[in-house]
């Protein structure tokens, strides 16, 4: 098979990308990404080592268009809130790629941009030191979480409508929760636990 006659970082993100958006994450292989690019699979490793790599240039893909300003005038919550509703919605349009933001976050250029942006916000917010080191990553963790959830776990699933389902005379918190649930939506979980957060920031 013929190889291009170079191939750009932002080439093979977006050859890795393809197969997972097609196939899963489980088929992002060298040899995948090899065929999508209409190369052989040896002259891949010209450009990058192993699939870590290759993951770490999706997750960096799926961030190219992230825009990570927020106006100076805004309140800090709600550029914060900006920030993680824009890296919610970038990761969500290729709901597989979720399990590489987390391995890959402090090594792929995508999430150290949307980080710094987070950290620069919090430090006009007040924030310093080891309350700066909290508040960031109870924001990381949170974002994860309910990436994790949306498309793992989500509130609309049918694991969720036979919790509510069981006896609600041994679980009677859980039914009643589990249906109230059915009714909300995933904006609804992200948004509403979004304002808990930022609320306890502030405490």
Do not use: C
């Amino acid at each position: 098979m013929p190889r291009p006659r170079s191939l750009t970082k932002s080439d093979l993100g977006a050859a890795a990308l393809a197969v997972i958006d097609r196939d899963g994450l489980s088929a992002l292989t060298m040899r995948a990404v090899a065929k999508e690019l209409h190369m052989a699979t040896m002259a891949l490793y010209r450009y990058v080592a192993d699939r870590e790599e290759l993951e770490v240039l999706v997750v960096d893909e799926v961030l190219a268009g992230l825009d990570v300003s927020t106006p100076a005038e805004s309140h800090w919550r709600d550029r914060l809130a900006t920030l993680l509703e824009r890296m919610r919605a970038a990761v969500s349009a290729h709901p597989a790629t979720v399990p590489l933001v987390p391995r890959h976050r402090k090594s792929a250029s995508g999430t150290l941009r949307w980080m710094e942006a987070m950290l620069s916000v919090l430090d006009d917010g007040g924030f310093t030191g080891p309350g700066r080191v909290i508040a960031q990553r109870t924001l990381v963790a949170f974002l994860l979480g309910s990436l994790e959830n949306q498309h793992y776990a989500s509130i609309n699933a049918p694991a969720t409508a036979a919790i509510a389902r069981l006896s609600s005379g041994e679980y009677p918190y859980l039914t009643q929760t589990a249906a109230q649930a059915r009714t909300m939506s995933v904006d609804d979980e992200f948004r509403g636990g979004l304002a808990i957060v930022l609320r306890g920031l502030e405490s």
